[in-house]
């Protein structure tokens, strides 16, 4: 078996929004994650219950940490759902626009959502990104957000990504 970089190696981990009962109450941001040194940005979102919540994601390039300006960019998307008796997503992901992508009703699912950071730059000229959620259906959905920031180079280190 070849040799590879272990997980951490590839990958720098985390945390978009610490997970918590309606975690999508209105309208709610992931952290603004420092994509400058990624090819690309992974927001990975674990709902557990909530049988009858929606939102709609987008995908945001902000100029900052703060954010002071954001711009919604394309995205890709794949979700598995009925995570408890089926861990099989899509064949491909699905290319988002702009607008967003309202979710499925129904617990235990995966949704993730990824940006392709030279897609950032072309459409923004910016480094950072984040995922926007707004409420579809009133209900409360328990979830979290783990962000997995793919690096361009693969390494030991990893500078802070939540600045």
Known sequence: MAHQLPLEGRFHFVT?????ADFDAGTVSSDVINASQAKAV???????????????YTVEACDD??????????????E???????????AVPL???????????GSGQIHVISVDVD???ATSQR????????????????????VAIEHQTPRGLHTTAIT
């Open 16 to 20: 978009g929004l610490d997970p918590v």
């Open 65 to 78: 940490v703060v954010p002071t300006t954001t711009t919604a960019i394309p995205f890709y998307y794949s």
């Open 119 to 121: 897609q950032l730059a």
């Open 42 to 56: 992974h927001f990975i979102v674990h709902q557990g219950v909530g049988a009858t919540g929606t939102r709609t």
């Open 127 to 146: 480094k950072y990104v984040r995922l926007k959620m707004v409420e579809g259906t009133d209900s409360p959905v328990l979830a979290g957000i783990l």
């Open 95 to 105: 290319r988002v626009a702009a607008a967003g992508k309202l979710t499925t009703l």
């Open 80 to 90: 598995s759902l009925a995570t408890g008796t089926s861990d099989v997503f899509g």
